[in-house]
């Protein structure tokens, strides 16, 4: 009995040191983006790595706040500009799902005020000449970017969804419903105006209730309290002068404060978030609209939202759009996509943040940085790319 317990004892003690000491297969991730922060390019950073299932990585370099010196770490909150986009797309197939509406349903079912869109045809330096388009704009053209709708000037940072959307159905359209691709913010911001009518409660609400807390995202929000405030990751551009690193504000928030709950929740890039809730969001879209043995929505409607469904229309490079998604369709067309399988999907945020879903790898990547006016593309941002070759490092190291 003495010698069984004293086997016990070591082999305890052996796995204990070995766990300890154990190295991490994705140490180099950190090591791969910590010079950004030494030059000077970024604050910080939080990278993580997913399968279906757990987290297999998360780690942070760099500081949150360069004013205090505060420290980043991989629990702090971040806006994620456009990664909003496809959750407040999943709201509406969520309505579609119940079959209170459809996506090739015309806006202006909805909306009432979208009956006026105008297009606009010939415009000269002193003429502008405006026609009715040929069909209404649907859910669907919102959803994909191909609505023609551009956007539109806030001059109160308090309007309501509504008062955003009368606003935006006085912009004449761009060009023909379905006839381009044209990336527009605002037309997101509307399908978020349309879930609070279908739905009949606030648009922030309704995303609560369906995605958020069910899928236990806890710090994902509209609106920062003060206790997320001591964590967020403060907002930098880069002075061309002075090379340094400067606070700068979110224009998305049009002058209202970060903490403002009197600001709408903009479905087209308003929400704030960790890694790990992202994560999580992305985890239930690779179980087919399932999280935690529950469903969230229908398998057919996770299919259809990210698939391609811009036909031949060109978006951006290799990168058709699905529903709310961007979804990769050739990844040798962008570098930092070379990693990717066809048919990942998934958005990134005009601040450098990055979300994506792997199907055919099961893993989802969440790059997670606050840096205003990135050279060129944030989505093929050479910190985004060091992060990934960290990621590819330490996968090919646990081979």
């Given at each position: 009995?003495?010698?069984?317990l ?9 796995s204990t040191?070995?766990a300890?000491t154990?190295?991490d ?5 950190a ?45 702090d ?5 456009s990664?909003?986009k496809?959750m ?6 969520l309505?579609a ?9 015309p ?43 551009g ?8 309007w309501?969804?509504?008062a955003m ?13 379905g ?16 879930v609070e009518?279908?739905?009949g409660m606030?648009?922030?609400d ?13 710090n994902?929000?509209?609106?920062i309290?003060?206790?997320q ?15 340094k ?19 709408p929740p903009?479905g087209?890039?308003g929400?704030?978030s ?6 999580k ?6 179980h087919?609209g ?8 229908k398998?057919?409607t ?17 990168m ?7 979804v990769?369709?050739d990844?040798?067309?962008m570098e930092?996509n070379?990693?990717?399988?066809p ?8 601040f450098?943040t ?21 050279p060129n593309n ?11 070759d ?10």
């Amino acid at each position: 009995m003495r010698y069984s317990l004293l086997c016990a004892g070591l082999v305890a003690v052996t796995s204990t040191l070995f766990a300890a000491t154990a190295p991490d297969r994705f140490a180099g991730v950190a090591e791969k983006v910590q010079p950004f922060v030494d030059q000077g390019e970024i604050s910080g950073a939080v990278m993580l790595l997913a399968d279906r299932d757990h987290v297999l990585h998360v780690s942070a370099v760099g500081q949150s706040d360069l004013a205090t010196g505060r420290k980043m770490r991989t629990d702090d909150i971040f806006w994620i500009a456009s990664m909003t986009k496809p959750m407040t797309v999943t709201c509406v197939a969520l309505l579609a799902d119940e079959g209170k509406l459809g996506f090739d349903d015309p806006v202006e079912k909805y909306i009432p005020e979208f009956r006026r869109l105008w297009l606009q045809q010939d415009q000269t330096a002193d003429h502008l000449s405006l026609v009715k388009p040929a069909r209404p704009i649907t859910l669907r053209d919102l959803a994909t970017h191909t609505s023609g709708l551009g956007e539109y000037t806030v001059t109160d940072p308090h309007w309501s969804l509504a008062a955003m959307s009368k606003v935006l159905s006085r912009e004449p359209l761009r060009f023909a419903p379905g006839s381009r691709w044209g990336y527009s913010t605002a037309g997101i911001d509307a399908l978020g105006r349309v879930v609070e009518i279908v739905s009949g409660m606030p648009f922030s609400d309704f995303m609560q209730k369906r995605i958020l807390d069910p899928l236990g995202m806890k710090n994902t929000t509209w609106w920062i309290s003060p206790e997320q405030e001591k964590r967020r990751a403060h907002t930098y551009v880069l002075n061309a002068q002075t090379k340094k690193l400067e606070e700068t504000p979110i224009s998305y928030m049009y002058s209202g404060a970060v903490t403002d709950h009197a600001r709408p929740p903009l479905g087209g890039a308003g929400l704030f978030s960790t890694a790990e809730d992202v994560a999580k969001f992305y985890q239930m879209m690779l179980h087919g609209g399932e999280f935690a043995g529950k469903r969230i929505v229908k398998a057919e409607t996770i299919a259809e939202m990210t698939r391609k469904q811009t036909g031949e229309l060109r978006a951006r490079a290799g990168m058709p759009w699905g529903l709310g998604f961007c979804v990769v369709e050739d990844p040798q067309q962008m570098e930092a996509n070379k990693i990717f399988s066809p048919g990942t999907f998934g958005h990134g945020g005009a601040f450098g943040t990055q979300s994506w879903a792997d199907p055919t790898r099961g893993l989802v990547y969440v790059f997670m940085i606050q840096r205003d006016k990135i050279p060129n593309n944030p989505d093929n941002s050479p910190m985004r790319r060091a992060y990934q070759d960290g990621i590819v490092a330490g996968l090919a190291a646990g081979k």
